[in-house]
């Protein structure tokens, strides 16, 4: 993976609040299908807490990785069980967006508050 705990982070470009946000996700996530989110910025600081239903969920990594290091194991973070379902779904909510494998994108992982 690339991530470098000490590595010093930008400012983030959202909140945390617009991490999950289609409802197709924040049911993933509350089901603990997805415990992952890549986005083209960075959303929450490691700590941060989401709140989804009610419920919350801790943000534990926050690294950058290029989409072309993608495995079907980072899939599967996102809640789907292979990568190209993951990209296909990625193009076809930002319709003329390229799929470059050089491309970096910000990863988010996070956990159940328990």
């Not at 990785?65 to 990209?87: I, M, N």
Request: proline residues 4%.
């Amino acid at each position: 993976m690339n991530q470098n705990q000490n590595q010093e982070m930008p400012a983030k470009t959202c909140s945390i609040e617009r991490l999950v946000t289609k409802q197709e996700d924040v049911d993933r996530v509350i089901n603990g299908e997805k415990t992952a989110t890549r986005r083209n910025g960075r959303y929450a600081d490691i700590g941060e807490i989401m709140m989804l239903n009610d419920q919350q969920f801790e943000v534990h990594q926050v690294y950058q990785q290029s989409l072309g290091e993608l495995t079907d194991d980072h899939a599967k973070q996102e809640g789907f069980d292979t990568v190209e379902d993951y990209k296909q779904n990625i193009l076809a909510m930002h319709p003329g967006m390229p799929w470059l494998p050089h491309m970096k994108v910000w990863v988010h992982e996070f956990r159940k508050v328990e």
